[in-house]
């Protein structure tokens, strides 16, 4: 490995670049100062260039840094991949762990994708070398281009607004902040060079059997053709829907303070049938406009899934659970505010994942299904 030149030592366009991804840090990551990331590297050219952009800055905002790469054993090269994405690290001066991940043995274990499987493992696993590490958060390299493609990949699903804007730049429930989602890949790539760091190229990120890659492969190319702005469109709309996703949450907090829901846990009910649940009652949802209320069926829905099912699986039991479909979801809560307003009563409407709302005088029961 080459000798790392200093920010000061760069190429002007490049230290601007780290100082881009520097003042994201600090405005819209609310980065503090000492923080201590977990630094997800895979030996790719994203993550490589997030380990030394950070490594770079860490000085500035005094920053402690470790990483972890995962095999997931997908691969017959995965092994060289770790080696170097630990040589990497090792010349920017980071700790690097590596961890094996059976990637095909818990996708047919759980009946999933190997795709989903293992973003499954790697983000458990990326969680306990946070633990184990005490750090503050855990750092991944996506950049705009990958914001375009989750945008596409939410539209699919069937996401609702502020959600269609994309993946959040922080995520403080899995404690996860992505400092490149504004950076373009051509200047990480860029720098990289300038630093005569080289990466390893996925080949899986050629084929088209995932959806991603068909999406990132076939789809984005026609729709830059259309609109060669489209990923810096993206990134306003991203910048919009975080507004609004400000605004919806405050909105919401406020109307909770004034009109709690109540939590039913399992034991609490004289028929267990279902598991836990969440009474939203009359006077909350009388209060809030159609919009307001279905954005808070979704906020009753996520928060079942992410504290109540226990996990099939030690790998994943630092994860939230999955909530149900988009698609199958909205169109279900849809239909429980037309028969709120209606005034109908006694009525169930089963959401997928098991789960249930029960509208009853006014109010509304969310149910999680019994583990």
Known sequence: MTQIPSLQNLPRTS???????????????????????VVAISGGADSTALALILSLLAPRLDLHLSALSINHGLRPEAEDDASH??????????????????????????????????????????????????????????????????????????????????????????????????????????????????WHEDASNQSTQ???????????????????????????????????????????????????????????????????SILLPRSLLRALHPAARLRLYMRAVQHLCAGGLPSADAATSALPQPAPSSQGRASTLLALDEALMQGRGNSRFQLPGGFEAYLKGGAITFSQPVS
């Not at 670049?17 to 840090?25: A, D, Q």
């Not at 400000?246 to 907090?253: A, F, G, P, R, T």
Request: proline share 4%; net charge positive.
């Open 15 to 37: 230290a601007l670049l780290c100082l881009e991804v520097e003042r994201f840090c600090l405005r819209q990551l609310g980065l503090t100062r000492g923080s201590h990331l």
């Open 85 to 198: 994405a630990q040589a990497v690290c090792h010349a920017l001066g980071i700790q690097c762990s590596v961890r094996k991940a059976d990637v095909k043995g818990f996708a047919a274990k759980h009946h999933m994708g190997e795709e989903e499987a293992g973003r499954s493992i790697r983000y458990s696993l990326l969680e306990k070398e946070r633990l184990t590490q005490h750090a503050h958060f855990i750092a991944l390299g996506h950049h705009r281009e990958d914001l375009s493609e989750d945008v596409l990949l939410r539209l699919i699903r069937g996401a609702g607004w502020p959600s269609l804007g994309g993946m959040p730049a922080r995520d403080d429930k899995r404690h996860l902040l992505r400092p490149l989602l504004t950076c373009c890949p051509d200047d990480l790539k860029q720098l990289l060079m300038q630093c005569e760091l080289s």
């Open 210 to 276: 995932y959806r991603r890659n068909r999406l990132r492969l076939q789809v984005l190319p026609l729709l830059r053709a259309e609109n060669p702005a489209l990923d810096r469109s993206m990134g306003h709309m991203w910048q919009l829907a975080g507004m609004d996703r400000d605004y919806w949450e405050k909105l919401l907090n406020d109307a909770l303070l004034a009109h709690p829901w109540q939590e039913i846990k399992q034991e609490q009910k004289e028929c267990p049938a279902t598991g836990k």
